[in-house]
T-cell receptor, first 114, second 116 residues
Framework: AQSVTQPDIHITVSEGASLELRCNYSYGATPYLFWYVQSPGQGLQLLLK??????LVQGIKGFEAEFKRSQSSFNLRKPSVHWSDAAEYFCAVELTGGGNKLTFGTGTQLKVEL | GAVVSQHPSWVICKSGTSVKIECRSLDFQATTMFWYRQFPKQSLMLMATSNEGSKATYEQGVEKDKFLINHASLTLSTLTVTSAHPEDSSFYIC????????????FGEGSRLTVL
């Protein structure tokens, strides 16, 4: 069965430090890949997505993610974290031709220390 | 971007009552909407796919008689939790895709249900 793994439940970084959130998936083929952010009281917001092509994708708010087929990974990165980045981050996958249904990882709670 | 809105954002009800949650696409039409359930500290689990003008498609393990979904128009889908019990307490989130099959998925703010 398809699955998405986010190994880190909680991550704490200092403001200005770099960030990497890990995401691994288990599928037979390369799915569509997404990163979402969820802030308290708000809906999920799409940070970036990968469908095909360049494996390094740029998103909003200074985030980027790199798809590595050999590692079945799609890690999210940001070179310098801002206090406003504190939120819950979800990796998600969608099977191509899968009826637009997303499977989410368990999420990573990011805390930013000032 | 496109906006998806849910109402109510939170609701408290007594055990045995039914609760209806609305999901609206405010500035676009959505033939398909999705309902998710999120437990505390856990991921979003897809409950069902809501199709305008037809029956919803439920994921395995989701009770269709418990969670009634109606997608009566291109901008509105409703989720009714029937005869709610404390174990139904959760955060329910809807989403709708804007711009075709490869368009972006927009999420509502979520509705927190607490059953006493």
């Amino acid at each position: 069965a398809q699955s998405v793994t986010q190994p880190d439940i909680h991550i704490t970084v200092s403001e200005g430090a770099s960030l990497e959130l890990r995401c691994n998936y288990s599928y037979g083929a390369t799915p569509y890949l997404f990163w979402y952010v969820q802030s308290p009281g708000q809906g999920l917001q799409l940070l970036l997505k990968y469908f095909s092509g360049d494996t390094l994708v740029q998103g909003i708010k200074g985030f980027e993610a790199e798809f590595k087929r050999s590692q079945s990974s799609f890690n999210l990165r940001k070179p310098s974290v801002h206090w406003s980045d504190a939120a819950e981050y979800f990796c998600a996958v969608e099977l191509t031709g899968g009826g637009n249904k997303l499977t989410f990882g368990t999420g990573t709670q990011l805390k930013v220390e000032l | 971007g496109a906006v998806v809105s849910q109402h109510p954002s939170w609701v408290i009800c007594k055990s045995g009552t039914s609760v209806k949650i609305e999901c609206r696409s405010l500035d676009f039409q959505a033939t398909t909407m999705f309902w998710y359930r999120q437990f505390p500290k856990q991921s979003l689990m897809l409950m069902a796919t809501s199709n305008e003008g037809s029956k919803a498609t439920y994921e395995q393990g989701v009770e269709k008689d418990k969670f009634l979904i109606n997608h009566a128009s291109l901008t509105l889908s409703t989720l009714t939790v029937t005869s709610a019990h404390p174990e139904d307490s959760s955060f329910y989130i809807c989403s709708a895709r804007f711009g075709g099959n490869t368009g972006e998925l927009f999420f509502g703010e979520g509705s927190r249900l607490t059953v006493l």
